[in-house]
Nanobody
Protein backbone atom coordinates (compact mmCIF):
# COMPACT_ATOMS: atom_id res chain seq x y z
CA UNK A 1 0.00 0.00 0.00
CA UNK A 2 1.50 3.31 -1.13
CA UNK A 3 1.72 6.01 1.52
CA UNK A 4 3.17 9.51 1.66
CA UNK A 5 2.67 11.03 5.10
CA UNK A 6 3.61 14.67 5.71
CA UNK A 7 4.35 16.13 9.13
CA UNK A 8 5.81 19.28 10.65
CA UNK A 9 3.24 21.87 9.63
CA UNK A 10 1.90 24.47 12.01
CA UNK A 11 1.74 28.14 12.93
CA UNK A 12 4.89 30.26 12.75
CA UNK A 13 5.59 34.00 12.90
CA UNK A 14 6.99 35.91 9.90
CA UNK A 15 10.75 35.45 9.75
CA UNK A 16 10.55 32.12 11.53
CA UNK A 17 11.49 28.63 10.40
CA UNK A 18 9.74 25.31 9.97
CA UNK A 19 10.84 21.87 8.79
CA UNK A 20 8.43 19.59 6.92
CA UNK A 21 8.99 15.86 6.57
CA UNK A 22 7.43 13.23 4.30
CA UNK A 23 7.65 9.54 5.12
CA UNK A 24 7.21 7.24 2.12
CA UNK A 25 6.32 3.56 1.98
CA UNK A 26 4.95 0.96 -0.43
CA UNK A 27 7.01 1.90 -3.49
CA UNK A 28 10.61 2.18 -4.70
CA UNK A 29 11.42 5.53 -3.13
CA UNK A 30 14.98 5.77 -4.44
CA UNK A 31 13.94 5.73 -8.14
CA UNK A 32 11.30 8.44 -7.73
CA UNK A 33 11.86 12.16 -8.02
CA UNK A 34 10.43 13.82 -4.91
CA UNK A 35 8.78 17.23 -4.75
CA UNK A 36 7.00 19.61 -2.43
CA UNK A 37 3.98 21.48 -3.78
CA UNK A 38 1.76 23.99 -2.02
CA UNK A 39 -1.74 25.33 -2.51
CA UNK A 40 -3.28 28.41 -0.94
CA UNK A 41 -7.06 29.02 -0.89
CA UNK A 42 -8.28 30.14 -4.32
CA UNK A 43 -4.88 29.50 -5.90
CA UNK A 44 -3.48 26.80 -8.15
CA UNK A 45 -1.22 24.17 -6.70
CA UNK A 46 2.39 25.18 -7.39
CA UNK A 47 5.74 23.44 -7.34
CA UNK A 48 7.91 24.62 -4.46
CA UNK A 49 10.95 22.36 -4.72
CA UNK A 50 12.07 19.13 -6.39
CA UNK A 51 14.93 16.74 -5.79
CA UNK A 52 15.74 14.12 -8.42
CA UNK A 53 16.35 10.41 -8.06
CA UNK A 54 18.63 9.47 -6.38
CA UNK A 55 19.31 13.00 -5.12
CA UNK A 56 21.89 14.66 -7.33
CA UNK A 57 19.92 17.69 -8.48
CA UNK A 58 17.44 20.18 -6.99
CA UNK A 59 15.30 23.02 -8.26
CA UNK A 60 13.16 25.65 -6.54
CA UNK A 61 10.43 28.12 -7.28
CA UNK A 62 11.83 31.63 -7.65
CA UNK A 63 9.75 32.77 -4.68
CA UNK A 64 11.54 30.42 -2.26
CA UNK A 65 15.11 30.37 -3.60
CA UNK A 66 17.60 31.11 -0.86
CA UNK A 67 15.04 30.43 1.86
CA UNK A 68 13.94 26.80 1.39
CA UNK A 69 16.05 23.65 1.10
CA UNK A 70 14.84 20.23 -0.04
CA UNK A 71 16.70 17.06 0.95
CA UNK A 72 16.15 13.31 0.91
CA UNK A 73 17.37 10.25 2.77
CA UNK A 74 16.90 7.18 0.57
CA UNK A 75 17.86 4.81 3.37
CA UNK A 76 14.97 6.15 5.46
CA UNK A 77 12.52 6.73 2.56
CA UNK A 78 12.12 10.33 3.63
CA UNK A 79 12.15 13.77 2.02
CA UNK A 80 12.28 17.05 3.96
CA UNK A 81 11.76 20.74 3.32
CA UNK A 82 13.59 23.22 5.53
CA UNK A 83 11.81 26.58 5.37
CA UNK A 84 13.56 29.69 6.69
CA UNK A 85 12.68 33.40 6.67
CA UNK A 86 9.02 32.53 6.28
CA UNK A 87 6.61 35.11 4.89
CA UNK A 88 2.80 35.38 5.16
CA UNK A 89 2.58 34.52 1.45
CA UNK A 90 4.10 31.11 2.25
CA UNK A 91 0.85 30.20 3.99
CA UNK A 92 -0.61 27.14 2.24
CA UNK A 93 -1.21 23.43 2.45
CA UNK A 94 2.05 21.72 1.56
CA UNK A 95 1.98 18.38 -0.28
CA UNK A 96 4.60 15.71 -0.79
CA UNK A 97 4.70 14.24 -4.33
CA UNK A 98 6.52 11.25 -5.81
CA UNK A 99 7.20 10.76 -9.54
CA UNK A 100 8.81 7.66 -10.97
CA UNK A 101 11.92 8.60 -12.92
CA UNK A 102 10.71 6.90 -16.14
CA UNK A 103 7.11 5.65 -15.71
CA UNK A 104 4.69 8.57 -16.09
CA UNK A 105 1.82 6.72 -14.39
CA UNK A 106 3.92 6.08 -11.32
CA UNK A 107 3.09 9.13 -9.21
CA UNK A 108 1.62 9.66 -5.75
CA UNK A 109 0.40 12.51 -3.52
CA UNK A 110 0.50 12.89 0.22
CA UNK A 111 -2.46 14.18 2.22
CA UNK A 112 -0.96 17.61 2.89
CA UNK A 113 0.05 19.56 5.97
CA UNK A 114 -1.02 23.12 6.82
CA UNK A 115 1.59 25.87 7.17
CA UNK A 116 0.38 29.22 8.49
CA UNK A 117 2.71 32.22 8.70
CA UNK A 118 1.13 34.97 10.77
CA UNK A 119 1.82 37.31 13.66
Amino acid sequence: QVQLVESGGGLVQPGGSLRLSCAASGFAFSIHDMSWYRQAPGKERELVARITSPGGSTNYADSVKGRFTISRDNAKNMVSLQMNSLKPEDTAVYYCYAQHRFVSAGHYWGQGTQVTVSS
